[in-house]
């Protein structure tokens, strides 16, 4: 019997995306599940799904079978295909790279990865249904305050 909240172990770790090519990676079904409008979810097919992360690219999720889910489909922002500078990046905690960019104008640096990295160490996270990617985004946010510290000191 399958897990209808896994991929195929059997499924590509990566498939490009049919509008941009893009590699796209494969999420759990049920990352997909959690992040889809109930409007789209009535729809799901049983299929293995990948992540879009071409910013200019509307596909948030495809499957290799011609399934295609949009930006239109999904419950939250995708930060990935929002314009750069007031985007939601921890979608488990809040932080964004206003609030990010503010604390560095104000204290010279952020403390952003810490708070979450904390939050993980405590098991507080939810990665899997709240961030569309489906991983952890520790890593996205370590690169956001590196920019926005190097936009600043360019500034
Ligand atoms: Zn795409």
């Known amino acids: 019997m399958s897990d209808c909240c896994e991929a195929s172990v059997r499924a590509p770790r990566q498939a490009p995306c049919p509008i941009t090519g893009t590699s796209g990676t494969r ?57 750069v500078g007031d985007r939601l990046l921890c979608y488990c905690f809040g932080e964004n790279e206003q609030t990010i960019a503010s604390e560095i104008e104000a204290t010279g640096t952020s403390l952003a990865f810490d708070r979450v990295a904390e939050h993980v160490r405590l098991g507080r996270c939810a990665c899997d249904i709240r961030n569309p990617r489906g991983v952890c985004c520790l890593g996205d946010l370590k690169a956001a305050v590196t920019r926005l510290q190097a936009d600043r000191s360019h500034a």
């Open 27 to 83: 999420v759990r079904r049920q990352t997909v599940k959690a992040i889809l409008k109930d409007s789209s979810l009535r729809c799901l097919r049983p299929a293995t799904y990948y992540f879009c992360p071409e910013s200019t690219c509307d596909v948030v999720y495809f499957s290799q079978q011609g399934e295609l889910y949009s930006k239109h489909d999904v419950r939250t922002t995708v930060w990935q295909k929002e314009p």
